[in-house]
Nanobody
Framework: QVYLVESGGGLVQAGGSLRLACEAS????????MGWFRQAPGKEREFAAA????????YYADSVKGRFTISGDNALNTVYLQMNDLKPEDTAVYYC??????????????????WGQGTQVTVSS
């Protein structure tokens, strides 16, 4: 079975930073595209960032580009989301996702095959 376990969420002041981690089991990180989505209260789950299985291509939502960085560590089978200059609008549950491949775009929820249970990020003003 594939398991994705997120960690690193918490409460941070605006302008601060957090680093989320997604530890994967049951899959080899280098064989999967990985991504992060987030869901704020009352809103739909939205794309935040993704990285291709090769690690050569990264994708970001416009709302986080320049502030968030996605990366992976194959040795630890872990994907990270470094979040800098956090804003209150970044408050959401952040979900890790894995895909064997993208038919269209990593921004689409239906492109993803496996999901973690999420970790809460709260940014205070």
């Amino acid at each position: 079975q594939v398991y994705l376990v997120e960690s690193g969420g918490g409460l941070v002041q605006a302008g601060g930073s957090l680093r989320l981690a997604c530890e994967a089991s049951g899959l080899t990180l280098s064989s999967y595209n990985m991504g992060w989505f987030r869901q704020a209260p009352g809103k739909e789950r939205e794309f935040a960032a993704a990285i291709s299985r090769s690690g050569g291509s990264s994708y970001y939502a416009d709302s986080v580009k320049g502030r968030f960085t996605i990366s992976g560590d194959n040795a630890l089978n872990t994907v990270y989301l470094q979040m800098n200059d956090l804003k209150p609008e970044d408050t959401a549950v952040y979900y890790c996702a894995a895909s064997v491949g993208w038919y269209s775009s990593p921004r689409q929820i239906n492109e993803w095959d496996y999901w973690g249970q999420g970790t809460q990020v709260t940014v205070s003003s």
